[in-house]
């Protein structure tokens, strides 16, 4: 059973910055794709941005030029560092594979955008 865990979460002014991070409980992580995910209230979930194993990014729209995501193989670990954010980043962030596996889902890390 694979384990996904979000953290790093919080209250920030609109134009600051976090940075999420999940950690993968299996060694699959490696050889898979993973993706940051949204859901905003009332919304559905989105997939934000992207990762391959070897490393490619992909980037909804919105967060081109505003939002990072990384990963660290030896630390089974994906990071999304979000700057310049907005208040419509307002959202709980999740990660997953790429396609995401229903079962996979965690409990998410809220981010709040407000002032």
């Known amino acids: 059973q694979v384990q996904l865990v979000e953290s790093g979460g919080g209250l920030v002014q609109p134009g600051g910055s976090l940075r999420l991070s999940c950690t993968a409980s299996?060694?699959?992580?490696?050889?898979?794709?993973m993706g940051w995910y949204r859901q905003a209230p009332g919304k559905q979930r989105e997939l934000v941005a992207s990762?391959?194993?070897?490393?490619?990014?992909n980037y909804e729209d919105s967060a081109k030029g505003r939002f990072t995501i990384s990963r660290d193989n030896a630390k089974n670990t994906v990071y999304l560092q979000m700057n310049s954010l907005k208040p419509e980043d307002t959202a709980v962030y999740y990660c997953n594979i790429v396609p995401p596996r229903p079962t996979f889902w965690g409990q998410g890390t809220q981010v709040t955008v407000s002032s």
């Open positions: 990762i391959t194993s070897r490393g490619s990014t």
């Open positions: 299996a060694s699959i992580f490696k050889v898979v794709n």
